[in-house]
């Protein structure tokens, strides 16, 4: 198919433009969505999961920008399915040009141009219009490269496409070491748009846990993380908290909901809103909820490990004791919430507003601060020795106490509470 984009004057009418994004970070995501919002372009399809391919294509995006950064594998696929469905839409690949082994991967899938991954607003902006007006392939190496994906592997084999359905994927590693531009880390959170996590509507009505049925990893850790979670409550002689409303809601069904709210991007579905309810002890692990609400709900002791909640509200909610062990809570609103002695090992809080909430005693192991506000955040008592992308700016701006631990290099503040 070709993409009718340009006005007679030779310009991009962005208007009509729909982008394509795949990154499994939040930061670059979010970097996109502001840089195109500004053109006020007809549509930006974001998603992390590369299954979402196949029904993104369908909605006709103009050109797609494709960010490996993290996960390969993931990416690959992601574009393999996008050419199943076109196979001359421009794609620009983020990365390094002088990447041969990224490059070895990608160029034989077909690949308009390379974009530098620490790129401004105007720059993409610019890339992106050079690809769609004059889009010309990148030459294929003359050999191409044995890997990953070509070399045997026991279960399963290469994915394969088959028009409306989405191939199966092995697990995938959700790592990502992409550092957010200086804006990020001065902003004050935000929120993902509805299209950043997409199930199709079969899967959402079909499976009430929805994790995404490949990743058997994901669906592993998560039982892990909730036995260790039992065993620790159970050595302090405590059970988990049943909030009064977890037994009158069918939680499951909402959630489900949800996801077609977010596929459909309000169309169908419903959005999920929790507000001033008390789940205390409710199971929500590994469930999508991308925006949804938990304004001043009360999430005591509950178990929402390796959970999707990007951009959700919890201003003022009561996360204590709460299992958030590997949850992405990219750009989500935390401001004034409490989450004394939760467990946030391995969580993703990239970009999100923590402005006066509560961590003391959290366990933040692995936990990713990268660009998050933590204005007023009280973490005394508490021990980040062991997280990831926290900076002295963002350090100077909380609450701390003697008992507080930092990685190394960083210092508290002049003035301990």
Known sequence: MRHPTMLHSGDIDWKTVRVLLFSRDDGFRFLVRQTFRKLNVREILSTSVSADATPMMGQGPDIALLDPEGDLDMAQAFLQRVRAADADMPVLLIGASSDKEMLGRFLPLGLEGVVPRRVSGHELTHR????????????????????????????????????GHAATLAPLSRSSSYVPPPPL????????????????????????????EADDEARRLAEKRKKRWLEELAREGKAPKKGKDVATLDVSA?????????????AEGQRAVFNQMDLGGADLSGAILANAS????????????????DGADF????????????????????????????????????????????????KLDGADFAGATLMGCDL???????????????VGKTLCSLETRLPPGLSRPVKDC
Not at 201 to 212: E, G, M, T, V
Not at 254 to 266: R, T
Not at 380 to 394: A, I, M
């Open 315 to 362: 201003r003022y909610a009561v996360l204590g004791a709460a299992q958030l062990g590997g949850a992405n809570l990219g750009v989500a609103q935390l401001r004034h919430a409490d989450m004394r002695l939760a467990n946030l090992e391995g969580a993703q809080l990239r970009g999100a507003d923590l402005s006066g909430a509560r961590l003391s005693g959290a």
């Open 128 to 163: 992106v219009s050079s690809a769609m007006k004059n889009p010309s392939r990148l030459p294929v190496p003359a050999v191409k490269p044995v890997t990953a994906l070509d070399r045997p592997v026991a279960p399963p084999p290469v994915p394969t496409v088959v028009a």
């Open 254 to 266: 909402i959630v489900a909901a949800h996801a077609l709210w977010l596929h459909s991007q309000g």
């Open 185 to 212: 880390s001065t902003r004050t959170g935000g929120r993902l748009d509805d299209g950043d996590i997409l199930e199709t509507p079969a899967q959402a009505k079909r499976d009430y846990s929805l994790i995404d």
């Open 294 to 309: 938990f304004r001043e709900v009360d999430l005591s002791d509950a178990f929402m490990a390796e959970s999707r909640l």
């Open 380 to 394: 005394s008592r508490t021990d980040l020795s062991k997280v990831e992308n926290l900076t002295q700016g963002q």
